[in-house]
């Protein structure tokens, strides 16, 4: 979706904070985008940005394959910043020197800011910057003016004279760099001239418009699944086109308690959307009937929900549009360097493999979104908490958490077992600092006592774990009296339990879900 407003783009040379440096110029309401080191200077023509950003690398500019820019970036006429690696490209480029430093500089340095200008206005010095670099600019060009210096690197910061073009040794984006976000300020709005009138009302109001723009009296289909990103497009497309938005919430009858007939009251009653919820439990049921092994598990669901939601889809209409909660994160990843050179963009498709009769243009419009960005555009909607604020729950839903073949009986036992557990989280006020916390039911029983009387029962698993990004996880060391009520009130309230085990593995070795 395409932003009138002003906007910076970030070459992404590699570094671990590409991303980050793009999240540090919205929070100062300049729209931005993180680009492959790869775009060309004709490409930024169509729709010139109002400043670019170099981002740093793992690379060395003089290795032979380190990702170059092409030159004419600097003839544009559009203020450049260059950071770390994307300082030292721009002067390699324009003919300067760059070579490995006697002493590597890693971590805190003091810069002293010699010539403030518009990029340290306002700006203390000596300053505490963060520094990360084995090279150094040894030769600068003949108009180069150092604006600040530290004991090891006499270029820390450099303007070249006349031109909007800057180079800094050190990482305004984190942390630890003091007044880095005056710097990205001063330098968005002092040498790119923006004013900063991005915001998450201006993306609804601007993405609102571009909806129906696009769109026009067409159909738009969704799969709602009640997750945060689902529900924040539902909400922003029904804003947009009402009732040509037709929401698919298929229940494949692996879902945890209530979870249906909150999706209906959501969004069916409150919201008042065209909601199509299909109840396929039996059908999944059936289909899952006996089968043990995990991944086969996930085929048949990922095949039958296909089913479900393209005959749910048949009977809407001719709908032009299939709308997705596709964000940011999904949507670009890292340059590897050193295999490939070139942007990897993937698309995501939660809704792949759809039949051939069955073709939809893509909707996506969080596609440039954050996740913290999403909450806020669902909050501003009007969306819950408890929806914004939703724990990751993978596609197969319960059948992953349900070791072995799945029945509805021993369905209904980890559904209660998990409510429970979700329940004394939430009390705790716990549920929106852990990553996923959920009951796994393992299909073997063991001898208990209760009263008098020898129980044989099953075991629930308890899984709380930490995470980033679920690629890694650590296990939660929840208090122990948390755990001991948890276990109490599920071998009390759910039939069929008398163990409660609680699981301690991180990720990895573990995976996250069980299956
Ligand atoms: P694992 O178990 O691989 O999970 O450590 C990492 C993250 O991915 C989620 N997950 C899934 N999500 N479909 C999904 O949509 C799946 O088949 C699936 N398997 C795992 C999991 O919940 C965790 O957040």
Redo the contacts with the bound molecule.
């Keep these: 979706m395409s932003q009138k407003h002003e906007r910076i783009v970030v070459y992404d040379f590699g570094s671990q904070y590409s991303q980050l440096i793009a999240r540090r110029i919205r929070e100062c309401h300049v729209f931005s985008q993180v680009v492959p080191f790869t775009t060309k200077a004709a490409e930024l023509k169509a729709d010139p940005p109002s400043g670019i950003i170099l981002s740093g690398g793992p690379a060395s500019v003089y290795a032979a394959g380190s990702p170059q820019i092409d030159a004419d970036i600097f003839s544009l006429g559009i203020p450049v910043l260059g950071i770390c690696y994307g300082m030292q490209l721009l002067i390699h480029t324009l003919g300067g020197q760059v070579a490995p430093s006697k002493s590597r500089e890693y971590g805190r340095a003091e810069m002293h800011i010699k010539e403030q200008g518009k990029l340290f206005a306002g700006v203390k010095s000596p300053l505490n910057v963060w520094m990360s670099h084995g090279d150094k600019v040894l030769k600068t060009l003949d108009d180069t003016v150092v604006l600040a210096s530290t004991a090891n690197t006499e270029n820390a910061a450099i303007a070249l004279a006349g031109r909007e073009i800057y180079g800094i040794q050190f990482h305004p984006e984190v942390v630890h760099t003091e007044n880095g976000m005056r710097i990205l300020e001063n330098f968005c709005r002092r040498i790119c001239g923006c004013s900063g009138d991005w915001s998450m009302s201006t993306f609804i109001a601007d993405t609102v418009e571009s909806i129906r723009r696009r769109v026009g009296s067409d159909l738009v289909i969704l799969g709602l699944s009640g997750g945060v990103d689902s529900s924040v497009a539902a909400a922003l497309i029904h804003k947009a086109i009402g009732t040509q938005l037709n929401c698919i919430f298929v229940n494949n009858g692996m879902l945890r308690k209530n979870e249906p007939e909150q999706v209906e009251q959501l969004f069916g009653e409150n919201f008042q959307m065209k909601l199509y919820s299909v109840n396929a439990s039996e059908r999944f049921l059936e289909k899952l009937a006996g089968i043990e092994e995990p991944e086969q598990k996930?085929k048949i669901i990922g095949r039958e929900f296909i089913e479900v939601f393209a005959n749910t889809a048949r009977s809407i209409g001719e709908a032009r549009f299939l709308a997705q909660g596709t964000t940011y994160p999904d949507v670009i990843e890292s340059i590897s360097i050193n295999g490939n050179p070139s942007a990897v963009i993937k698309s995501h498709h939660n809704v792949g493999g759809l039949p051939a009769d069955l073709k939809f243009e893509l909707l996506e419009p969080l596609a440039c979104l954050f996740k913290d960005e999403v909450r806020e555009v669902g909050r501003q909607l009007g969306l819950p908490e408890q929806v914004l604020m939703r724990q990751?729950?993978?596609?197969?839903g319960l059948a992953?958490r349900h070791l072995g073949a799945v029945t509805r009986e021993t369905l209904a036992i980890l559904r209660e077992a998990d409510a429970v557990f979700t329940d004394e989280i939430f009390q705790a006020g716990l549920y929106e600092k852990i990553?996923?916390a959920f009951a796994i039911f393992i299909p073997m029983r063991t001898v208990g006592v209760m009263g008098d009387l020898r129980t044989y029962d099953y075991i629930i698993a308890l899984r709380a774990v930490e995470?980033q990004d679920?690629?890694t996880?650590d296990w939660v060391n929840l208090p122990h009296p948390l755990l001991q009520r948890i276990a109490n009130r599920i071998i009390n309230e759910v039939r069929g339990v008398n163990r409660v085990v609680y699981d301690i593995t991180s990720?990895p070795p573990a995976?996250?879900?069980w299956e």
Excluded: C, Y
């Design positions: 996930r990751p729950f993978p596609g197969p992953v990553w996923q995470s679920g690629m996880a990720k995976t996250i879900e």
